[in-house]
């Protein structure tokens, strides 16, 4: 048996781990007489509420540990990622949005990952293109759940040209292994005028609403496009028109969804309704709000985490601050009338809202996750007199202080003389930096 040795890149104080005298450096060598492959592997096997752990110490000593916890009890190890390699996409899809990045940002942003693992671990959406059966047997062995997926159409002879792959075909039969052992599963739909949607969309509906309750939702968002398709697929975007229809056609299968089985199933992005110029839908449309990640209620829950603040805010009159809110172009006459209400409630606080155009990836990119610092620095240089900057963290990397093309808050704040202040996109968050740092 090959020997797979495992580096463990850190301990959990007080874990059962460094209880153990488990040290940074050290080696996972097997758990209860088995290999770990990757990190879905070692969630499993250590599920168990009775274990034995071999590791191989920096001095090259075997130590065979036996360990009693509770069953959702972890040990303590941390690793690097998912153990071994990242599986990265085989597809060529006609709307990825990897291929319209321009040449010159940073390795990581090129990288396209289609993993399971990550889709179970951090939410990731993946196609299933690259999996075998040995693989679709693991993830129902491990439990690995849920599972986030891009299906886009269920018209197999489409998808297969949507994604440029073969694999794409088998989609349905994987689903239906999933379905069968009982793996819970999202679905998200990436729209594109003319391809999938219209009759094409409505089959697809029809086709997923049979994976319920295992598939337990449905997002449908529209194709971003930005200025950079020199030889890629011609694509059209959805215009007030086109995000009119699709509303319309979703909204009536959500009335037949509800009646039928008590939930909408299928549910539309925030962004068709600010492309048709509609309120988006009440706070109680949205259910459990399961597909934030796909900007599905995203705006509803800040509008009414914003209301429900200011509601329980005493009337703060000698409450004074000042500061600019940025954001893209599409939630800007959302942000302008949370300010007024802001400022409704707190007569002493003044805040400008201004909506960045991307000139980076195109004018036609409107979102605000998709803002890079550059445009921010060539927006906000003749206007002086602002002192205090409010951003949505969707801006910024994960974790990290810095936008898609590199440049840091640090280089913002140097080159402007302005303060940048984070907030969370809950609303709430958003008043208390108000209040508290500007």
Known sequence: MKEHKILIGGIVSGSIADEFGIEKGDKLLRINGKCIDDILEYKFLISDEILTVEVEKQNEEIWELDIEKDYDEDLGFIFDGIIDKQKSCSNKCIFCFIDQLPKGMRKTLYFKDDDTRLSFLMGNFVTLTNLNNEDIEKIIRYRISPINISIHTTDMELRKEMLNNKNAKKLMEYLDRLKSGKIEMKGQIVLCPEINDGTKLAETLKDLISYYPELNCVAVVPVGLTKYRKGLYSL????????????????????????????????????????????????????????????????????????????????????????????????????????????????????????????????????AGLITGKDVISQLKNRNYIKNVLIPDNMLKADENIFLDDITIEDIEKSLGIRIIVCKQDGSDLIKNILEKC
Do not use: W
């Not at 089985?261 to 009440?282: C, H, M, N, Q, W």
């Open 236 to 367: 059209k975007e959805y215009d007030m028109s086109g995000a009119l229809k699709v509303i319309k056609q979703v909204e009536k299968k959500q009335e037949e969804f509800l009646t039928a089985i008590g939930t909408r199933f299928v549910f539309l992005s925030d962004e068709f309704y600010i492309l048709a110029g509609k309120d988006l839908p009440s706070h109680e449309h949205y259910e459990d709000f399961s597909q934030l990640e796909n900007g599905v209620g995203i705006i509803r829950l800040f509008r009414d985490n914003i209301n429900m603040t200011l509601q329980q805010l005493q009337c703060l009159k000698n409450t004074k601050a000042n500061a600019a809110i940025i954001t893209g172009e599409y939630a800007f006459p959302i942000m302008k009338d949370t300010a007024d209400c802001i400022m409704k409630k707190l007569s002493c606080v003044s805040l400008e809202v201004l909506g960045i155009t991307n000139e980076f990836f195109g004018t036609s990119v409107k979102v």
